[in-house]
T-cell receptor, first 117, second 114 residues
Framework: DVKVTQSSRYLVKRTGEKVFLECVQD?????MFWYRQDPGLGLRLIYF???????EKGDIPEGYSVSREKKERFSLILESASTNQTSMYLC????????????????FGPGTRLTVT | DAKTTQPPSMDCAEGRAANLPCNHS???????VYWYRQIHSQGPQYIIH???NNETNEMASLIITEDRKSSTLILPHATLRDTAVYYC???????????????FGDGTTLTVKP
């Protein structure tokens, strides 16, 4: 079974802190994604990566950056956390190929609930 | 990006079929329809996908209209454990990369009642 793990289930940080959210997948997937989920807004894509050291902006990249130094690990970085970044953060991975490939379903981690005070 | 529209919530009696609709009127010819669900406090879970033919697996059935502008996810015998948020997603192939960028909408909160 595909396993996607996230470094923390719950995290509390102060405004202005630098925050690292780590995601690791064990299925050798090329694609990895970071989403945030907020009540009434559904899941929104922040960044995704289709290969090591490659990244693309999603729908809401402002205030975030990412790092993909190894294939299995995709990190989301909040350079200076703000209260409006309090959210549930979900990482996902998938096989390569364009979206029309039926094998491209995404496997999600359990999520990190981040609170910025 | 092709966007999807789903009702915000639905109820279903336990043991009955749950039919969850999704509109995707701007879907393009090569885009697939995917369904995921998210049970409280867990990450989303893949259910089923389709292009233009109806599909069935051990979890659900997917009915796609002939014009592909809408689809329905069917849970044939809903149980209390099917209570979740259900997301209908249209995959969006990026022309210049290998990544499939998918857009998640707000989903439908399905509540299965005893």
């Amino acid at each position: 079974d595909v396993k996607v793990t996230q470094s923390s289930r719950y995290l509390v940080k102060r405004t202005g802190e630098k925050v690292f959210l780590e995601c690791v997948q064990d299925m050798d997937h090329e694609n990895m994604f970071w989403y945030r989920q907020d009540p009434g807004l559904g899941l929104r894509l922040i960044y995704f990566s289709y290969d090591v050291k490659m990244k693309e902006k999603g729908d809401i990249p402002e205030g975030y950056s990412v790092s993909r130094e190894k294939k299995e690990r995709f990190s989301l970085i909040l350079e200076s956390a703000s209260t409006n970044q309090t959210s549930m953060y979900l990482c996902a991975s998938s096989l390569p190929g364009p979206g029309l490939a039926p094998e491209n379903e995404q496997y999600f981690g359990p999520g990190t609930r981040l609170t910025v005070t | 990006d092709a966007k999807t529209t789903q009702p915000p919530s639905m109820d279903c009696a336990e043991g009955r079929a749950a039919n969850l609709p999704c509109n995707h009127s701007t879907i393009s010819g090569n885009e697939y329809v995917y369904w995921y669900r998210q049970i409280h406090s867990q990450g989303p879970q893949y259910i089923i996908h389709g292009l233009k033919n109806n599909e069935t697996n051990e979890m659900a059935s997917l009915i796609i209209t002939e014009d592909r502008k809408s689809s329905t996810l069917i849970l044939p015998h809903a149980t209390l454990r099917d209570t979740a948020v259900y997301y209908c997603i249209v995959s969006d192939p990026l022309y210049n990369t290998n990544a499939g960028k998918s857009t998640f909408g707000d989903g439908t909160t399905l509540t299965v009642k005893p």
